[in-house]
């Protein structure tokens, strides 16, 4: 059995997570050693796609250095099988009461999806005091979160959703922010075409970016 990580500890491990969304299997394994060889090696393999699970196996089974998570969990069955495909952590959009169950159940640790204060304030009753700050843009950005330091400093967070390679650092900057989640290393066209080495390079940078506790 896969020995499932510390949450905060997951989070400091890659300064920038990648957002993966998978539309075709055969892309999914050289991807994740592209990105794997440029430093980054936790990975949500989002479920926005039919490739999410059978990519998220692939990666598991022969992509050793790579800590795996699946992302876009929004139904509770959905965790059990990602457990079970291989991955060892989860990321939801947002939290709910079926959601803390099924992580509970399932043991999979989650980095649940907030937007709000009364959101965070709910999260942290349940006991997650890491969260995804998602849309984080739109949810304020540095501004909020530079904000909720103060009355909520015991949390510590993922801001995810439009977060770019110019602004990362940035957000980073945040005393509160152990990582941020972003898809611009894994652009469409450089995996369409096969240009791993582009990947590798964008990761590379991203990983860089690496902040000091």
């Given at each position: 059995?896969?020995?499932?990580?510390?949450?905060?500890?997951?989070?400091?491990?890659?300064?920038?997570?990648?957002?993966?969304?998978?539309?075709?299997?055969?892309?999914?394994?050289p991807l994740a050693k592209a990105l794997?060889?440029?430093?980054?090696?936790?990975?949500?393999?989002?479920?926005?796609?039919?490739?999410?699970?059978?990519?998220?196996?692939?990666?598991?089974?022969?992509?050793?250095?790579?800590?795996?998570?699946?992302?876009?969990?929004?139904?509770?069955?959905?965790?059990?099988?990602?457990?079970?495909?291989?991955?060892?952590?989860?990321?939801?959009?947002?939290?709910?009461?079926?959601?803390?169950?099924?992580?509970?159940?399932?043991?999979?640790?989650?980095?649940?999806?907030?937007?709000?204060?009364?959101?965070?304030?709910?999260?942290?009753?349940?006991?997650?005091?890491?969260?995804?700050?998602?849309?984080?843009?739109?949810?304020?950005?540095?501004?909020?979160?530079?904000?909720?330091?103060?009355?909520?400093?015991?949390v510590t967070f993922c801001p995810t959703?439009?977060?770019?390679?110019?602004?990362?650092?940035?957000?980073?900057?945040?005393?509160?922010?152990?990582?941020?989640?972003?898809?611009?290393?894994?652009?469409?066209?450089?995996?369409?075409?096969?240009?791993?080495?582009?990947?590798?390079?964008?990761?590379?940078?991203?990983?860089?970016?690496?902040?000091?506790?």
């Open positions: 059995m896969k020995l499932m990580p510390d949450m905060l500890e997951l989070m400091r491990t890659s300064p920038v997570i990648p957002v993966i969304a998978i539309d075709d299997i055969n892309h999914a394994v794997v060889a440029g430093g980054i090696r936790v990975l949500e393999v989002t479920l926005r796609t039919a490739h999410g699970l059978p990519s998220i196996r692939a990666i598991a089974e022969q992509v050793p250095g790579a800590i795996l998570g699946v992302g876009t969990l929004t139904d509770p069955d959905e965790f059990v099988a990602a457990r079970d495909a291989g991955a060892v952590f989860g990321v939801s959009p947002g939290l709910t009461a079926a959601l803390i169950e099924a992580a509970i159940s399932s043991g999979l640790p989650l980095l649940p999806g907030v937007m709000t204060p009364s959101e965070v304030m709910r999260a942290r009753e349940a006991g997650f005091r890491q969260l995804k700050l998602f849309p984080a843009v739109q949810a304020g950005g540095i501004g909020m979160l530079n904000a909720i330091a103060g009355p909520l400093a015991d959703g439009g977060i770019t390679e110019t602004t990362a650092a940035q957000f980073l900057a945040c005393k509160n922010v152990a990582c941020v989640g972003g898809s611009w290393l894994t652009p469409k066209d450089a995996i369409l075409a096969g240009d791993w080495a582009r990947i590798t390079a964008l990761a590379t940078t991203a990983s860089a970016l690496r902040k000091t506790f």
